[in-house]
């Protein structure tokens, strides 16, 4: 076989896998959801859109989101720094931040139903201290607001990890010269995180807020577990129309409306961090 040929058979496997796994399904989803009886339509789009949980869900999924995302990213900033400047017990620290990423959704929202739960751990605990007289159902349409944050501490528990992997690695190649130099000429640490770290660090950065922000607007294990139907989001939605109400063709508009909108904070995220052109650490 001529060398010349070589790049193509490599990538041909790559090539095939995108096709039937990505690009297939895709098209037939994109049929679903435009396809109609007499051509194509926009009339699924209206019926989703138009049901009155769709704003709710929508909502909850933003503010969901718009919650964890900045909290994890301030998180894993602080923990890909504090490991990088330590000598000794890197690896275990940074084994054990990362252990909630071998833990699958349902099983982290089932871990902290066991926390919040009228029978959970904060429950006892409260009792024991004597704050509370007897059990509270935190977990229910009366406290919306527990709902809330008990999704988002599990999120922020469990997908934290994701985002630190990738920026320890972007800060591990940044060159310690930077840091010296500062150093020499009197630049606090805070100077050095703002003007070596952030800077260099940009493409970590866009990679870990497109990778997070994208699995945010796909939550859906955590906030069944935890919120069931009180709490609706936009992956909740999807499933309950695909199979509890067996509507296929408004499923796939809605997983349409929510790949949208995860490209557009996508191009979003690309467009604030973009890497000037010929940048280099």
């Not at 720094?81 to 699958?104: A, E, H, Q």
């Not at 940044?174 to 003007?195: H, L, M, N, T």
């Given at each position: 076989?001529?060398?010349?040929?070589?790049?193509y058979?490599?990538?041909?496997p790559?090539?095939?896998?995108?096709?039937?796994?990505?690009?297939?399904?895709?098209?037939?989803?994109?049929?679903q959801?435009?396809?109609?009886?007499?051509?194509?339509?926009?009339?699924t789009?209206?019926?989703?859109?138009?049901?009155?949980?769709f704003p709710?869900?929508?909502?909850n999924t933003m503010?969901?989101?718009?919650?964890?995302?900045?909290?994890?990213?301030?998180?894993?900033?602080?923990?890909?720094?504090?490991?990088?400047?330590?000598?000794?017990?890197?690896?275990?620290?940074?084994?054990?931040?990362t252990?909630?990423?071998?833990?699958?959704?349902?099983?982290?929202?089932?871990?902290?139903?066991?926390?919040?739960?009228?029978?959970g751990?904060?429950?006892?605990?409260?009792?024991?201290?004597?704050?509370?007289?007897?059990?509270?159902a935190?977990?229910?349409?009366?406290?919306p607001?527990?709902?809330f944050l008990?999704i988002a501490?599990?999120?922020?528990?469990?997908?934290?990890?994701?985002?630190?992997?990738i920026?320890?690695?972007g800060?591990?190649?940044?060159?310690k010269?930077?840091?010296?130099?500062?150093?020499?000429?009197?630049?606090?640490?805070?100077?050095?995180?703002?003007?070596?770290?952030?800077?260099?660090?940009?493409?970590?950065?866009?990679?870990?807020?497109?990778?997070?922000?994208?699995?945010?607007?796909?939550?859906?294990?955590v906030?069944?577990?935890?919120?069931?139907?009180?709490?609706?989001?936009?992956?909740?939605?999807?499933?309950?129309?695909?199979?509890?109400l067996q509507?296929?063709?408004?499923?796939?508009a809605?997983?349409?409306?929510?790949?949208?909108i995860s490209?557009?904070?996508?191009?979003?995220?690309?467009?604030?961090?973009?890497?000037?052109?010929?940048a280099?650490?």
């Amino acid at each position: 076989m001529s060398t010349r040929y070589l790049p193509y058979v490599l990538i041909l496997p790559t090539l095939v896998f995108l096709c039937a796994f990505f690009l297939y399904p895709f098209a037939l989803v994109t049929r679903q959801a435009f396809g109609t009886g007499d051509g194509v339509s926009l009339d699924t789009f209206r019926e989703v859109t138009s049901y009155w949980k769709f704003p709710i869900s929508l909502q909850n999924t933003m503010l969901l989101a718009a919650a964890v995302v900045p909290v994890q990213l301030a998180l894993a900033l602080l923990m890909a720094t504090m490991v990088n400047r330590m000598k000794k017990g890197r690896d275990l620290v940074l084994y054990v931040w990362t252990i909630p990423l071998g833990i699958s959704d349902l099983a982290a929202g089932i871990i902290w139903l066991a926390i919040f739960e009228q029978s959970g751990f904060l429950n006892s605990m409260m009792l024991g201290l004597g704050v509370i007289d007897r059990p509270t159902a935190f977990l229910s349409y009366q406290h919306p607001g527990m709902i809330f944050l008990a999704i988002a501490l599990a999120e922020i528990w469990r997908a934290t990890a994701i985002m630190l992997v990738i920026l320890v690695a972007g800060i591990g190649l940044i060159p310690k010269e930077y840091y010296e130099a500062a150093e020499v000429f009197g630049a606090s640490p805070w100077q050095r995180f703002r003007k070596i770290t952030l800077p260099l660090l940009r493409p970590s950065l866009q990679t870990a807020l497109i990778l997070r922000v994208v699995l945010a607007f796909e939550v859906f294990a955590v906030v069944a577990a935890l919120g069931g139907t009180i709490f609706p989001v936009l992956m909740g939605e999807i499933y309950a129309y695909q199979f509890d109400l067996q509507n296929g063709g408004a499923a796939a508009a809605l997983a349409l409306i929510v790949l949208g909108i995860s490209i557009v904070f996508t191009l979003i995220i690309l467009r604030v961090l973009r890497v000037p052109k010929g940048a280099t650490i």
